[in-house]
């Protein structure tokens, strides 16, 4: 792989229940020799801000309690990255093994309409995940009925279902899909994750850990304490990248879109210049080869470097320029989803980053310094940033999110000094507090 060509194409692999028997043994070899396993994890909903950020912890996590076991799981992501073989790359490149699996609960969950107009925004098939979705059953592990890929009874729907499944195997004429019992749930890639000795990276992940927890795990413990001896014991090393963008690399944002997309920046522009500025990360990733086209998204992603303009006449500028939205710039959310009349787009909230930066240096020192204004209604180029609704579509897909989360930890590793990234391990973002999470068990547990 060529260094001006690293992370343009992330290779998803798509798993569902048709393909579930194929792809289990890849997943779970991917993660058995996975050094890092990045997951991202989407919801049927998140519950409200105000019970997100309820002040007291124990409060706050009763409420997070009530939201992972009343809501469900959708989709996981899984981004495995291991260090390449010299023949693949040579030093500094990193394989990357990314899966979406498509999930369906058995049982009943609720569902928030701003949840799903937000996933529906971003691309995400409801048709499909309820059709090709892999069946499990939340909370505490219960015996495996092989008439069903349920357990209990087998409803009507499940037959019906099921029936469906029999047809597009014979269609496809593939005698390993003549019977779709699994063999395993998706509660084993819960168990392979945590028996694999990988460190586990997420982004601001205490719902998605608990929602993995109580999906495909077991029933949440009553207490946020019990809960984080029980964390500490399943997944040893823990890394959550909102945590390192805030608490060690002071970024001034942090949501995860522009973490990845800042941070592809750099890496460009270090693999353009001399290798003496520091470590190189580059990608490679080998499931292309070895999986079915058909069971493979190719999510294009090319990092964005801007040209210095050429035409600058006030009506050149102002014609291909846009406005971007503050509130999206700064979180990652804007209220207004696709309605927002300004420009979501990361690219063009980077690019405006940039030249505020490079004019405090163009103006520093001088007597005017206090006249400039921070406008942020001022227009950035739109022709040089990726297509709003295309990056819409790609991000906020757990298997993309999952790699954009890996990637980025991988990166941020390379830029930190062996101690203080042990420093920083087993913390995770707590949103409105001074201090993270801390996931070390009690002595009183």
Same mark, same amino acid.
């Given at each position: 792989?060529?260094?001006?060509?690293?992370? =343009?194409?992330?290779?998803?692999?798509? =798993?569902?229940?048709?393909?579930?028997? %194929? *792809?289990?043994?890849?997943?779970?070899?991917?993660?058995?020799?996975?050094?890092?396993?990045?997951?991202?994890?989407?919801? !049927? #909903?998140?519950?409200?801000?105000?019970?997100?950020?309820?002040?007291?912890?124990?409060?706050?996590?009763?409420? *997070?309690?009530?939201?992972?076991?009343?809501?469900?799981?959708?989709?996981?992501?899984?981004?495995?990255?291991?260090?390449?073989?010299?023949?693949?790359?040579?030093?500094?490149?990193?394989?990357?093994?990314?899966?979406?699996?498509?999930?369906?609960?058995?049982?009943?969950?609720?569902?928030?309409?701003?949840?799903?107009?937000?996933? !529906?925004?971003?691309?995400?098939?409801?048709?499909?995940?309820?059709?090709?979705?892999?069946?499990?059953?939340? #909370?505490?592990?219960?015996?495996?009925?092989?008439?069903?890929?349920?357990?209990?009874?087998?409803?009507? !729907?499940? /037959?019906? /279902?099921?029936?469906? *499944?029999?047809? %597009?195997?014979?269609? +496809?004429?593939?005698?390993?899909?003549?019977?779709?019992?699994? *063999?395993?749930?998706?509660?084993?890639?819960?168990?392979?994750?945590?028996?694999?000795?990988?460190?586990?990276?997420?982004?601001?992940? &205490?719902?998605?850990?608990?929602?993995?927890?109580?999906?495909?795990?077991?029933?949440?413990?009553?207490?946020?304490?019990?809960?984080?001896?029980?964390?500490? +014991?399943?997944?040893?090393?823990?890394?959550?990248?909102?945590? &390192?963008?805030?608490?060690?690399?002071? +970024?001034?944002?942090?949501?995860?879109?522009?973490?990845?997309?800042?941070? %592809?920046?750099? =890496?460009?522009?270090?693999?353009?210049?001399?290798?003496?500025?520091?470590?190189?990360?580059?990608?490679?990733?080998? &499931?292309?080869?070895?999986?079915?086209?058909?069971?493979?998204? &190719?999510?294009?992603?090319?990092? $964005?470097?801007?040209?210095?303009?050429?035409?600058?006449?006030?009506?050149?500028?102002?014609?291909?320029?846009?406005?971007?939205?503050?509130?999206?710039?700064?979180?990652?959310?804007?209220?207004?989803?696709?309605?927002?009349?300004?420009?979501?787009?990361?690219?063009?909230?980077?690019?405006?980053?940039?030249?505020?930066?490079?004019? $405090?240096?163009?103006?520093?020192?001088?007597?005017?310094?206090?006249?400039?204004?921070?406008?942020?209604?001022?227009?950035?180029?739109?022709?040089?940033?990726?297509?709003?609704?295309?990056?819409?579509?790609?991000?906020?897909?757990? #298997?993309?999110?999952?790699?954009?989360?890996?990637?980025?930890?991988?990166?941020?590793?390379?830029?930190?000094?062996?101690?203080?990234?042990?420093?920083?391990?087993?913390?995770?973002?707590?949103? #409105?507090?001074?201090?993270?999470?801390?996931?070390? $068990?009690?002595?009183?547990?």
């Amino acid at each position: 792989m060529s260094r001006k060509q690293q992370a =343009v194409t992330c290779c998803v692999v798509d =798993v569902h229940a048709y393909n579930w028997k %194929q *792809m289990y043994p890849c997943l779970a070899q991917a993660i058995s020799k996975a050094t890092y396993v990045a997951v991202d994890a989407e919801m !049927s #909903g998140i519950g409200s801000r105000k019970e997100l950020m309820e002040k007291e912890l124990t409060k706050r996590y009763t409420n *997070m309690k009530s939201i992972a076991t009343s809501r469900s799981l959708l989709s996981l992501g899984v981004a495995c990255f291991s260090k390449a073989p010299a023949h693949r790359g040579g030093e500094g490149v990193m394989e990357a093994k990314v899966f979406n699996i498509t999930l369906l609960s058995t049982a009943s969950y609720v569902v928030e309409p701003g949840s799903l107009l937000f996933l !529906s925004e971003h691309g995400f098939n409801f048709n499909k995940q309820i059709s090709h979705g892999v069946q499990y059953t939340p #909370g505490k592990e219960k015996p495996v009925d092989n008439s069903n890929q349920t357990s209990g009874k087998t409803s009507k !729907s499940a /037959r019906k /279902r099921r029936k469906l *499944m029999r047809q %597009q195997a014979k269609k +496809e004429n593939d005698p390993q899909e003549a019977e779709l019992t699994p *063999m395993y749930t998706p509660r084993e890639v819960f168990k392979l994750i945590s028996s694999s000795g990988a460190g586990l990276v997420l982004h601001n992940g &205490l719902l998605d850990l608990m929602f993995l927890y109580q999906g495909l795990y077991d029933d949440l413990p009553p207490s946020l304490d019990l809960f984080v001896a029980h964390l500490t +014991e399943l997944f040893p090393t823990v890394f959550d990248t909102k945590y &390192l963008a805030e608490y060690h690399f002071r +970024e001034s944002a942090s949501f995860l879109e522009y973490l990845f997309r800042k941070l %592809q920046r750099s =890496v460009e522009l270090k693999s353009n210049q001399d290798d003496t500025l520091g470590p190189r990360v580059e990608f490679s990733f080998p &499931l292309q080869t070895i999986v079915a086209e058909d069971n493979i998204d &190719l999510v294009s992603c090319p990092a $964005k470097q801007r040209k210095p303009d050429t035409n600058n006449t006030e009506e050149a500028v102002m014609e291909d320029k846009v406005v971007v939205c503050k509130q999206f710039g700064a979180h990652g959310f804007c209220p207004h989803g696709l309605r927002c009349p300004r420009s979501h787009d990361v690219d063009a909230i980077l690019d405006l980053e940039d030249d505020k930066r490079k004019r $405090k240096l163009n103006n520093k020192g001088n007597d005017d310094d206090n006249e400039e204004s921070d406008n942020d209604d001022e227009p950035v180029d739109i022709k040089k940033t990726i297509d709003l609704r295309a990056a819409r579509a790609q991000g906020h897909r757990a #298997g993309f999110d999952a790699f954009m989360t890996g990637y980025s930890f991988v990166v941020m590793k390379s830029r930190m000094e062996s101690k203080t990234l042990a420093d920083t391990m087993n913390k995770v973002y707590l949103s #409105g507090k001074p201090r993270p999470l801390l996931l070390v $068990k009690s002595k009183y547990v």
